[in-house]
């Protein structure tokens, strides 16, 4: 079983940042990747941004350039700084882990961009 602390959701006016974390613990072993997904009202679970465990990256092309994914491998742990937040980034935002065959889900971080 793995469990997951969120962290860093909130509202924030268009042009701001926020900055997301996830720490996964529990049995996980040989991380595949760490990633963000969102899903907005109505809409779609999709992808913004996936960290391999080699270090490549690869982002949603509607946050290429405003958003940056890391990760501390030795905790399990996983960032995403936000910038330039546009209303349409509106949405819950959550943490996943991809490991051996096991894919695990966080609970989800409300992300609200509005003025």
């Known amino acids: 079983q793995v469990q997951f602390v969120e962290s860093g959701g909130g509202l924030v006016q268009p042009g701001g940042s926020l900055r997301l974390s996830c720490a996964a613990s529990?049995?996980?072993?040989?991380?595949?990747?760490m990633g963000w997904y969102r899903q907005a009202p109505g809409k779609h679970r999709e992808l913004v941004a996936t960290?391999?465990?080699?270090?490549?990256?690869n982002y949603a092309d509607s946050v290429k350039g405003r958003f940056t994914i890391s990760r501390d491998n030795a905790k399990n742990t996983a960032y995403l700084q936000m910038n330039s937040l546009k209303p349409e980034d509106t949405a819950v935002y959550y943490c996943?882990?991809?490991?051996?065959?096991?894919?695990?889900w966080g609970q989800g971080t409300q992300v609200t961009v509005s003025s």
């Open positions: 996943n882990i991809v490991f051996g065959s096991i894919t695990q």
């Open positions: 529990g049995s996980i072993f040989r991380v595949y990747a």
């Open positions: 960290m391999f465990g080699g270090g490549s990256t």
